[in-house]
C-alpha cells in the first residue's frame, strides 16, 4: 500500500494540473486524507479507480462535513508608536504592542470519501473535496459515473447538508421528504417549533408550542416552519 | 415502444425521469408498493412501472423511518451513541456495537483486552447465524411458503436470543460493548450454555438444508433470478453476503483482520452465478463457518479482564483527529466514520450502512422480471429499514 505522499506524486503525473493537498490526521488511526481540487476531481477518480497498483475499485463511505465560519481570535505583535518622555524629553517611540485581533474564518461543505481496493485488498484511501462556500457556491463534481455507490450517498448528502452533485444522474432529496427546505445535518440547523406531538410535553416544548401558535394567530397563516 | 427495446433503453440511460411523472408511456403501469406492503420488512415503498407483470422500472423510496441518528449522536456524549446503535439494524445489536467500539477504538487508540476480544468474536458469530436464519426464513417467506419455515429459524433464533438475554439483560437491544472492551464478564455457566446452543446447530443447518437447498419449489423460483454481476457489484460498493454470492472474495474478517479473527481458521463461501439462490447458499454455508469460528472461540477463550480498569468511561474526550472503523456485519460493511474536535461529543458521526448501499442496485436486479420475483430479490438483498433510513 502506497503512503499518502507517494499516491499525492502519483496522482500528479498522472493527471497534469491536478492540485492535491495533503491533510494529516493526528489520529493514532493514522487515516490522512487528500484534498482534491474539485476542477478535476473526475479524472483523478478515474486514475485512482483504473490505475493498475492503487486498484481503487471500492468507494465504501461517502458523507457531508459542515464547517461553519468561525472567529479566530489570535495574538498580533503590532509596532506601534507612541508619545513618550524619555530623559526629561517628549519623544515618539516605536514599542512592539500585543493586541487581539478577531476575524471570521468562512467555512464550507466538505465531502469526505473513504476508499479502498478489492482487488488488492488494501486501503482506506480517504479524499476530501470542499466547497467555497456555505450558501451559494455549494457545486461539487458528482462520482457516481466513477463509482455507482455513490449514488445513494450523494443524495444522502445532498439531503442533508445541501452539497449540489453536478453529474448525479438522479439527485433528489433521499431521507427527507419533497418539499422540505431546509438541510438538518448543518450545524446551524433549527429545529422547526411547530412540532405536533410530544411523548411528554414539559415546560420548554409547551412554552415552544404556545409561543408558535401566538406567532401563528398574529400572521395570521398557518404552516410556517421548515416544513412550509 | 415494445416493452424489449425500451427494456434496453432505460438498462443503459443514466437519465430516467422520476417515475411518477407522465412521460408518454400510457400503457405502463404504475404501482407504489409499500411503503405497508408486507413483503417490504418494515416501511420501504418502491416504485413500479410495469408492462403487464414484467418491471420496467424500479424506484426505491427511503425515509420513512428517518429519525436522523447522526444528528442525534452529534449531539450527546460518546457513550450515549452506544445503545442508540442497537436501533441501526435492531436483528444484530451486537455488530453495530462492535463496529462503533472499534471506530471510537481507532479514533483513541485504545487496546482490547484479550478475554473481551474472544467474547466480541462469539457474539458477533452468534448474531450472524441468527441473522442469516431469520434472513433465510423471511426469504422463504416471501417465496409463499407462510410461517412455517420462519418457524424452524426462529426456533434456534430463539436459543441465541437467550444466551443475549442472560448475558447482557436483553435479547434484542444489547447495548453489551464500550470503548476498549465489553461491560459485563461471561461465567463459566454462560459459556456452557453457549456451548450447547452451538453443539446444537449443525444439526438445525442441516434440518434447514435437508428441507430447503434441493426443493424444487426452491430452485425454480431462485435460480437465474436477480441476477448481480461481479463487476456491477464491487463498483455499486455492494458488501456482505451480496457480493461474495456474486463470487467477489471479499470478506472483511479475512481482509482487515480486526480483533482476532486472523487465529480463527475458517472459509469464505462464494457464489457462481450471483442469484438469489448463490445468496441463500452462501449465507447457509456461512451459518456453518461461523460454527467452526465459534467452535474455536469457545474452546480458545482466555482469563482476564474484559476491560481495562484504567479506561476512562465518564469525562471521555478523544484528542482531535478522525478515523474510520468496519467491521464485516451479518449484512455487509458496517462502518462508522467519527471526527473528533476534542470535545465530549462527536464533532461528526456518520454511520455506513449496508443496507442501504446494498439497495443501490435493486433496479438493476429486479429489471425484466415479474413482479413476484422483486418481491424474492428484495428479499434476497435482507435489508433492516432502521439501518436503511436511520
Redesign the interface.
Do not use: C, M, Q
Given at each position: 500500500m502506497k503512503t499518502v505522499e507517494e499516491i499525492k506524486a502519483a496522482i500528479e503525473t498522472a493527471v497534469p494540473g491536478a492540485a492535491v493537498e495533503i491533510v494529516l490526521n493526528p489520529s493514532p488511526s493514522g487515516q490522512h486524507a487528500l484534498r482534491l481540487a474539485p476542477g478535476n476531481a473526475v479524472e483523478v477518480a478515474k486514475f485512482l479507480r483504473d490505475d493498475a497498483e492503487l486498484a481503487l475499485d471500492f468507494l465504501s463511505n461517502l458523507t457531508g462535513v459542515d464547517w461553519p465560519d468561525r472567529e479566530v481570535t489570535e495574538k498580533v505583535k503590532v509596532a506601534r508608536t507612541v508619545t513618550k518622555t524619555v530623559d526629561g524629553v517628549e519623544q515618539l517611540v516605536e514599542e512592539p504592542v500585543e493586541e487581539t485581533r478577531k476575524h471570521i474564518e468562512p467555512g464550507c461543505l466538505e465531502v469526505v470519501y473513504h476508499l479502498f481496493s478489492i482487488a488488492k485488498k488494501h486501503g482506506p484511501v480517504v479524499l476530501r473535496m470542499r466547497t467555497i462556500n456555505r450558501t451559494d457556491q455549494v457545486e461539487l463534481p458528482s462520482l457516481t459515473p466513477i463509482w455507482r455507490s455513490a449514488e445513494l450517498q450523494e443524495r444522502e448528502v445532498f439531503d442533508l447538508y445541501g452539497i449540489v452533485f453536478t453529474g448525479h444522474p438522479d439527485l433528489r432529496r433521499l431521507l427527507m421528504w419533497e418539499g422540505f427546505k431546509d438541510h438538518p445535518m448543518r450545524r446551524d440547523y433549527v429545529d422547526p417549533d411547530d412540532f405536533e406531538y410530544e411523548p411528554t410535553p414539559h415546560d420548554a416544548v409547551l412554552a415552544r408550542a404556545a409561543a408558535h401558535k401566538a406567532a401563528q394567530v398574529s400572521a395570521g397563516q398557518e404552516g410556517t416552519g421548515a416544513a412550509g | 415502444m415494445s416493452s424489449s427495446t425500451l427494456n434496453a433503453e432505460k438498462r443503459e440511460g443514466?437519465?430516467?425521469p422520476?417515475i411518477m411523472e407522465p412521460d408518454g408511456e400510457a400503457e405502463l403501469l404504475e404501482v407504489a408498493m409499500g411503503p405497508h406492503h408486507p413483503s417490504t420488512h418494515g416501511v420501504f415503498r418502491m416504485d413500479l412501472a410495469l408492462d403487464g407483470e414484467r418491471v420496467i422500472r424500479l424506484k426505491p423510496v427511503?425515509?420513512y423511518l428517518?429519525r436522523?441518528h447522526?444528528?442525534i449522536a452529534e449531539g450527546v456524549s460518546y457513550l450515549a451513541s452506544m445503545p442508540y446503535t442497537d436501533r441501526l439494524d435492531y436483528i444484530c445489536s451486537l455488530t453495530n456495537n462492535w463496529a462503533y467500539a472499534l471506530a471510537v477504538e481507532?479514533?483513541?487508540?485504545q487496546e482490547v483486552p484479550e478475554r473481551a476480544e474472544y467474547i466480541r468474536v462469539i457474539l458477533a458469530e452468534l448474531t450472524r447465524i441468527q441473522n442469516h436464519a431469520s434472513a433465510i426464513g423471511f426469504l422463504i417467506q416471501e417465496m409463499g411458503a407462510s410461517g412455517t419455515p420462519l418457524m424452524y429459524a426462529f426456533k434456534e433464533r430463539e436459543k441465541i436470543l437467550d444466551l443475549f438475554e442472560s448475558l447482557t439483560g436483553s435479547r434484542m437491544m444489547c447495548n453489551y460493548m464500550r470503548f476498549g472492551g465489553c461491560r459485563v464478564d461471561v461465567s463459566a455457566a454462560w459459556l456452557d450454555d453457549a456451548r450447547k446452543v452451538v453443539a446444537g446447530l449443525p444439526s438445525f443447518i442441516d434440518e434447514f438444508e435437508n428441507l430447503l437447498s434441493g426443493n424444487e419449489i426452491l430452485m425454480a423460483r431462485c435460480q437465474g433470478v436477480g441476477i448481480l454481476r461481479p463487476d456491477?457489484a464491487?463498483?455499486?460498493?455492494?458488501?456482505g453476503p451480496m457480493l461474495r454470492g456474486s463470487g467477489?472474495n471479499?470478506d472483511l474478517r479475512k481482509?482487515d483482520h480486526y480483533g482476532i479473527y486472523d487465529r480463527f481458521k475458517f472459509r469464505v463461501p462464494l457464489g457462481d452465478h450471483g442469484d438469489v439462490y448463490d445468496r441463500y447458499m452462501v449465507r447457509i454455508l456461512e451459518m456453518r463457518e461461523s460454527v467452526t469460528i465459534l467452535n474455536q472461540a469457545l474452546k480458545e477463550i482466555p482469563g482476564g479482564p474484559v476491560m481495562d480498569p484504567k479506561a476512562k468511561i465518564r469525562g471521555f474526550r478523544?484528542?482531535?483527529?478522525?478515523?474510520?472503523?468496519?467491521i464485516e456485519a451479518p449484512k455487509g460493511?458496517l462502518?462508522f466514520?467519527l471526527?473528533?474536535d476534542g470535545g465530549p461529543n462527536p464533532?461528526?458521526y456518520?454511520v455506513?450502512p449496508p443496507s442501504?448501499?446494498n439497495?443501490?442496485?435493486l433496479e438493476d436486479m429486479c429489471l425484466g422480471s415479474n413482479v413476484a420475483d422483486v418481491v424474492l430479490i428484495f428479499g434476497s438483498v435482507d435489508i433492516v429499514l432502521g439501518e436503511v433510513?436511520?
Open positions: - | 443514466w437519465n430516467r422520476p427511503f425515509g428517518h436522523n447522526e444528528k481507532k479514533l483513541t487508540g456491477l464491487v463498483n455499486a460498493g455492494i458488501t467477489v471479499y481482509v478523544p484528542k482531535p483527529g478522525e478515523a474510520y472503523g468496519r460493511e462502518g466514520y471526527i473528533s464533532y461528526r456518520r455506513r442501504l448501499i439497495l443501490t442496485v433510513d436511520r
